[in-house]
Every structure is written in C-alpha cells, then in structure tokens.
C-alpha cells in the first residue's frame, strides 16, 4: 500500500511540474516565437574540453577563446548551469546580474532538460572548472516533462527499453553501448572490403521466404494482390549473385522471425552474412576467430574481455568438437549411444531430454545437444558436423553423408555464428526442399518452403561456396557486457503495457 501511495505522490509531482512547464511555455509562446530556428552551433563540448582542459588559469584568459555551443541542461546551481553536448558536459557561468531585464526574465524560464544555445568566453573558474562565461543566451526548446533523479537516474528497466530518448539523455552507460555498436559495424565493412568483399542489398519483402528454419512474418501487397513475407535470412538471394559471378558478397541488414521475446530474441534482428567462392566452412572458421579477435583489439582495445563474469581470450585458437564428440564429453556417452535411433532414444531417456520419438535420428541428436550441452560451453567453440536433418542447406560431409560440413561458434552457452560448406548440388537441394515442404505440410510453421527459382539458379551452377551468419545484436552483447539483447537495440520489441499513463 505504501509502495502505491508513494507511486501516487510521485506522480502527483510530475503532474505539477508538467503543468508549471506549461505555463512558462505558454508565457514564452506570447512574447516570441517557442521554438527558434536560427541559433548555428560552432563550437562541441567535446573539443572544448579537449582543447582547453589542459590549460592554467591566466593562460586561458589571455587567449579569449569565444565560444557558441548548445546542449541539454541537466543541473542547475545559482549562476552556474551544466549542459550536455552529445553526451559531453560543459559548465556555463550565467549572472543575470550582467543580462539585459528581458535575459534575466527569460533566465527565469529556464528548467532542467531544456535545450539552450548561448554564446561567452571560455575561462576558468578558481575550482578549475573549464566554464564559458555566457554573454547571450537563447532558449531553443522547453522540456515540458522533467528528466529522472540525476543520481538514480532511469532505473526501470523496462522504461528504459520504451522510453530510449530519455535512457541516452541520462545514462552515460547506454550512450556507450550504442556508440560501441556502432563502432563495430563500421569496423566489420572496413574488414570485410578489405579482404575484397563487396557489400549488397538484397530484398527484404520475398515471395517465398527462405534462408532458414524459421517462422516468417505476412503481409500483403495490394498492386499485387499476393501475400508476401519478411525475410527470415537472405541466404538464397546471395548465393544466387555467387551464382553470377560475385564471388565474395556480404550483407549488413535486417531479419525478421516470427518468434517469442527473450533475453537472446528480438523479431526484428540485425545479421551479417557474407559468401565466398572457392572456400569450405573451415576456411570461414578462420576468417571468424580473425574476425572477432580483430574486433577485440581495434574497437575495445584488448584480445582479452570480459562478459557477465567470465573471461574471454582471443588471442587464443577457439576450440573445435563435432556434435557427437561434445555430447560424448558432456554427457558421459559414447559414441554407440548415437549412431541408431534407439539407441539415441535410450540417451534422451536416460539424460530426461524431451523428445518426440517420431522425430529423427539427427533431429534427436541435436535435441540432446541443445538441452544438455550447448549452455555448458562457455568458452569460444566451434561445434561443427550438424546432422543433415536439420541442415537443409548444406554440403554433405564426404564419406560421412548422415552429417554436414557445418559449423556453429558457441561464447558463453550461446550461439553468435552458423557457417557451412553450402550445398551446390541442384538434385539434392530439390529433394531436401521437397522433405522440407513436407513437413511444413504436416504443420511445422518453420520448415522452408521449395523455392523453384533457386534451384533453378543452381542448375547454371553454384562453385563450390562457404556462407556464413553473425548475429550482430549478440556479438555487441559480448563485446558490451551486456545481458540482454535489448540492451543493444535501440528501440526493442516489447509486449503492450497494461497501463497507459
């Protein structure tokens, strides 16, 4: 009851000041126009404070540095106010004293989280405070609601994820992981051209959605009259431009799956995938430990991180087991307990792994994988050898056709990277599309659809090609230390609020 009634008075109090704010608006709306347009910003807090930090006292006077900067107030005391500028903090000295009576009066208009542009000499203050010694000031927009406690900041989680814009204005931390996001995508195209890949667009709305197991999102289009579908990965369409003669393509883009909300899911996820001819899913085990060891030194500036408690070296080889060899290690097995179907019923029995036992040998290997091994493998880990079931797009592992030569990279009980051999055999790929039609005629929703076009692409001939996917959204949680994959999404996907307010 206590915890209502101190929601109720908190609320109350925003509520007021929400309508005080009003009314200085109103006042201003009066007088002027409420939200100007001409004030041009030509100096950055950043390089102030880079410039000028430094200097003595005296020094800084003697160089009468004029400056015209613009940020979000975000303290207030007496004379001296404190903005943000993109995230960088510079004091302002502002003493009504020396203001015309129209400044002073519109002095008093000024709140936290409004926005101000102003114009002074950039000095010091005896506490060698980099300050400017505002000389003009404009109001440029009034915050009409106030920003959190500037200690606690926005401590709601779940506010922080729907109210992002107010996250970034008071969370240092969050600005950071976005920045750091940012930097990393930028760092794996620089990678990727660099090794002589090019970067590609392919369509978002498909006909026929394919590229992976996965359940697709509908819409229609009326021109058309035809449904269509977002796409759950672009595989298809950047093989079929391997097909034509672009023999490295990557792609940095969106996906979209039809699936539940979770630390580790988002229906609408960012992925790198890239192609390239002439290479086998080994040669893509390589480039990715490059990869992400490249991205550790160059973005966070060490081959050694650190994710929610455990340590991570990249400078070191990544480890490599088949399916099998790690259920054999983790589960206690060996490696007759896999090779038929009932003997891989008696292991998910007597592992209490839940399985339908309709399902197939290498559906039921993989269950067992997921269940009991895959949290288990904190440590970089390539897992490679997939059963063909449920590797509807990769190449036969030779002289071992029951499995694929394919690979998942496994950090910290999680998957950040799936790659494989790709299957350039026109005849096989129509029979797996066929088995895959099949089942989703029986009621799997994730199963692929036959794709008459693709298959008619590798009938001009697919070279022998390696394809691999990175989920970006987990990579940044890795190299962030970050638990959630809404940490790293801007605006994440979430589930109707109860209460509006």
Same mark, same amino acid.
């Given at each position: ?56 006292? /005296?020094?800084? =006077? #003697?160089?009468?540095?004029?400056? !015209?900067?613009?940020? @979000? $107030? &975000? *303290? ?92 970034? /204005?008071?969370? =240092? #931390?969050?600005?950071?992981?976005? !920045?750091?996001?940012? @930097? $990393? &995508? *930028? ?107 490249? $991205? ?206």
């Amino acid at each position: 009851m206590n915890e209502e009634n101190n929601n109720y008075e908190k609320q109350e109090d925003e509520n007021n000041l929400i309508a005080q704010r009003r009314e200085k608006l109103s006042s201003i709306r009066m007088k002027r126009e409420a939200f100007p347009n001409a004030f041009k910003k030509e100096s950055k807090a950043v390089e102030l404070v880079s410039a000028y930090s430094g200097k003595e006292k /005296i020094e800084l =006077e #003697e160089l009468t540095v004029q400056a !015209k900067v613009a940020g @979000r $107030i &975000i *303290r207030m005391r007496g004379p001296f106010v404190v903005i943000s500028d993109e995230g960088t903090q510079i004091q302002l000295y502002m003493n009504r004293k020396s203001y015309s009576e129209a400044m002073a009066e519109e002095l008093k208009s000024l709140d936290l989280g409004d926005i101000i542009g102003v114009k002074g000499q950039v000095f010091k203050t005896n506490q060698d405070e980099l300050t400017v010694r505002v000389e003009e000031f404009e109001l440029l927009t009034k915050s009409l609601r106030p920003l959190p406690d500037k200690y606690k900041g926005l401590t709601d989680m779940e506010m922080r994820y729907r109210r992002r814009y107010v996250d970034l /204005i008071v969370n =240092e #931390e969050s600005r950071s992981v976005f !920045k750091i996001r940012s @930097r $990393i &995508i *930028r760092f794996i195209r620089h990678y990727f051209e660099e090794l002589g890949f090019m970067e590609v667009e392919t369509p978002m709305m498909q006909v026929i959605p394919g590229g992976a197991t996965a359940r697709p999102f509908i819409t229609h289009h009326n021109a058309l009259d035809q449904d269509m579908y977002l796409r759950v990965a672009p595989e298809l369409y950047l093989k079929r431009l391997v097909v034509g003669g672009f023999e490295k393509v990557f792609e940095l883009n969106r996906n979209f799956r039809n699936e539940g909300l979770s630390t580790r899911h988002n229906p609408e996820f960012t992925m790198l995938e890239f192609y390239q001819a002439y290479a086998r899913y080994d040669d893509l085990m390589d480039l990715t430990e490059d990869l992400f060891r490249s $991205i550790a030194k160059t973005v966070i500036g060490s081959t050694s991180i650190s994710y929610q408690g455990a340590e991570y070296d990249f400078s070191q080889p990544f480890r490599r087991l088949t399916v099998h060899n790690a259920i054999e290690s983790y589960c206690g097995l060996q490696a007759v307990d896999l090779v038929s179907k009932v003997a891989a019923i008696a292991a998910a029995n007597k592992l209490d792994v839940s399985i339908d036992e309709s399902w197939s040998l290498g559906k039921i290997v993989m269950e067992i994988f997921e269940q009991k091994v895959e949290a288990q493998l904190d440590q970089p880990t390539f897992i490679m050898e997939y059963p063909i079931e449920v590797s509807p797009l990769a190449r036969r592992k030779e002289g071992q056709p029951e499995v694929t030569d394919r690979f998942e990279l496994i950090i910290g009980g999680r998957e950040l990277a799936n790659g494989f051999s790709e299957l350039n055999d026109p005849e096989d790929q129509a029979e797996r599309f066929l088995e895959q039609a099949a089942q989703k005629s029986s009621g799997d929703n994730e199963a692929m659809h036959y794709d008459n076009d693709y298959i008619t692409a590798l009938e001009y001939g697919l070279p022998p090609t390696a394809g691999e996917g990175i989920g970006i959204d987990r990579l940044v949680m890795l190299f962030t230390n970050t638990p959630s994959i809404k940490d790293v999404l801007l605006f994440p996907h979430m589930r109707p609020q109860q209460n509006s307010d």
